[in-house]
């Protein structure tokens, strides 16, 4: 019970860190995912909604701890496991960004010949809302907590799983080898 209400209490901590680093850092940090692209500077936004893409990645950065330990527990994880399901999931939220990313820098590639002489300038200023960018990380995170699940649910059912008869399968392949004979 002890364990728990520290696991529980370092998590919280984790996760209030995470938090504050996303919604102090936010633009320091979606200026490094924006790609670099000759004649095109990105000024990171946040969109007026009723959800400012800014507090809609702080909230995300303190979630993900919650919810991967919240999984941990629920599944009673070994240790292994959880290094695991933390790469998987690490591995899936990068790739989500990374997918954006080249969406961006191939869009914008595309375009940027077409903006500049639009503006008869050699460099632009292009203001961004990185929504899209916040949404990816949602994905990226849901797919690598459902492949930790999928991949810990496939290895306890195929221990709880009965052997197949092997009996009956050799004496069927035994008797249809001896009609052919």
């Known amino acids: 019970m002890k364990n728990n209400k520290l696991v529980l209490i370092q998590t919280l901590l ?49 979630l993900i701890p919650l919810i991967t330990v919240f999984i ?6 070994s240790p ?26 191939t869009y914008f590639n595309s375009i940027v010949k077409k903006l500049l002489q639009s503006n008869k300038t050699e460099h632009f200023l292009y203001a961004i809302d990185p929504r899209h960018f916040v949404y990816n990380i949602i994905v990226g995170f849901c797919v690598g907590c459902l492949i930790s699940c999928l991949l810990v649910f496939g290895k306890k059912k195929s221990r709880n799983m009965p052997a197949a008869n092997t009996g009956i399968a050799n004496s069927g392949a035994g008797h249809w080898s001896n009609r052919q004979r």
């Open 14 to 62: 984790v996760s209030l860190t995470f938090f504050l680093i996303g919604l102090l850092c936010y633009e320091i940090i979606f200026s490094f995912f924006e790609p670099d692209i000759q004649g095109i500077t990105f000024k990171i936004i946040s969109a007026d909604s009723p959800l400012k893409t800014s507090l809609l990645f702080s909230i995300t950065c303190g």
């Open 72 to 77: 941990w527990v629920l599944l009673v994880l």
């Open 80 to 105: 292994l496991k959880k290094i695991i399901s933390f790469l998987l999931i690490t591995a899936c939220i990068s790739f989500s960004i990374f997918l954006r990313h080249q969406a961006v820098k």
